[in-house]
């Protein structure tokens, strides 16, 4: 219905992506990957489309990460497979990850503790198949994971190893902690003590007699600026970098050009005695995610330095300038605005469709799947 038209045309508030970014984003990438020798499996939390989905597997469907069993159902129903769900074990959902378990060629469940190794026990899966299971290590990103420091966290990886329903399929460490840096020299001291941890805690488990197969890292940040160490691990799942955003400009992870993703918005309101002008997208359309944290408030207006992002209700959002008074002839009623989100995967989860375009002119739209 949108193909061949301009952007100008969308009702607002939009989320757009630029096909050519994205593509660009994600060859760099596989070829980042490829010449450290090391399995890209990308995480699909950001987009949560199958379109993203292809584009980031260069077509294979194959090797993903997900952080839903939505998604895993979504992916799975499209023919892809090899497929982490790399989340604690929610003992609510063992059944379906059973499912998946059995129709899947190899579906990976996430552990970090000995209680959901136990649900994982008591649902034994068909045609003797066994559970793939990854243990999940917090190599001091402090959310998920068993400490790997904890003699316990050893102990762990050698159950799952000997137990007949269960395979140790790998240890997985998410580097959230690269999120507080600032720079890419910070960044590499976060990748190279992450990698560190996992490597030594593999080789410490290879040491027992127990077989590691994968060791996996990775954050957004953290591959974009690979350390070489990195190229001694197996596996990487980084996900934000197919679309990148404004925090991600912020750590040092992309330049403004790698950012793919915008929220187009209009002028809906003139306020010269309160300096202000308002545009339809509020917190539904752009999330809150940035807390104001940028010098431009909740969002970078592309194109317009001078102007801040002060607030937003439900469906409303608050324009100011930064300093000085408002020209209102250069923002009409009607006219259009362009916002680059702090947090890209908050803002895409806003929005039930996207816009997909190249060159300004629009190619199609994708629409992601939602819920849990
Ligand atoms: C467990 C897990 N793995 C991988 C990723 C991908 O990291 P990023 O979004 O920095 O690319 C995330 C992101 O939050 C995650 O939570």
Redesign the pocket.
């Known amino acids: 219905m949108w193909a061949g038209q301009t952007l100008t045309k969308l009702p607002t508030p939009a989320f757009t992506v630029d096909v050519k970014v994205v593509q660009r984003n994600a060859q760099r990438m596989i070829d980042r990957f490829q010449a450290l020798g090391v399995q890209l499996r990308p995480?699909m939390?950001?987009h949560k489309t199958l379109e993203c989905g292809e584009i980031m597997t260069a077509g294979t469907r194959r090797c993903i990460?997900v952080?839903t069993l939505a998604e895993a159902r979504f992916y799975a129903d499209s023919g892809f497979d090899d497929i982490l769900y790399?989340y604690p074990l929610p003992f609510d959902k063992v059944e379906e990850c059973a499912a998946l378990a059995e129709r899947l060629e190899a579906f990976h469940v996430l552990v970090d503790s000995q209680e959901a190794l136990q649900q994982l026990r008591q649902r034994k899966l068909a045609n003797s198949k066994r559970w793939l299971v990854w243990l999940k290590v917090d190599c001091e990103n402090g959310r998920a994971g068993v400490k790997h420091t904890d003699p316990g966290a050893l102990e762990l990886a050698k159950e799952i190893a000997r137990q007949e329903e269960t395979e140790l399929a790998g240890v997985y460490a998410?580097c959230?902690n690269t999120y507080s840096c600032s720079g890419q020299q910070a960044i590499e001291v976060v990748a190279q003590s992450t990698t560190t941890s996992i490597l030594q805690f593999a080789s410490q488990l290879e040491k027992a007699g127990v077989k590691c197969p994968r060791t996996s890292i990775?954050?957004?940040?953290s591959c974009s600026h690979p350390v070489p160490d990195m190229g001694k691990l197996t596996e990487v799942?980084?996900?934000?970098?197919i679309f990148y955003d404004a925090q991600q400009m912020m750590i040092g992870s992309c330049k403004m050009e790698d950012i793919a993703v915008r929220v187009l918005t209009r002028v809906i309101g003139h306020y010269p005695h309160r300096n202000e002008l308002l545009v339809d997208c509020g917190w539904t359309g752009i999330s809150l995610h940035s807390l104001g944290k940028l010098p431009s408030g909740y969002a970078i207006i592309e194109g317009h330095p001078d102007l801040k992002l002060v607030g937003m209700t439900q469906e409303h959002g608050r324009i100011q300038p930064i300093s000085g008074e408002l020209d209102f002839s250069k923002f009409p009623l009607g006219s259009l605005l362009s916002l680059i989100p702090y947090h890209s995967?908050a803002t895409a989860a806003m929005h039930p469709v996207y816009y997909i375009h190249s060159d300004g002119k629009i190619v199609g739209t994708w629409t992601p799947t939602r819920g849990w």
């Open positions: 995480h939390k950001t990460v952080s790399a998410h959230g990775g954050s957004t940040p799942h980084p996900g934000n970098y995967c």
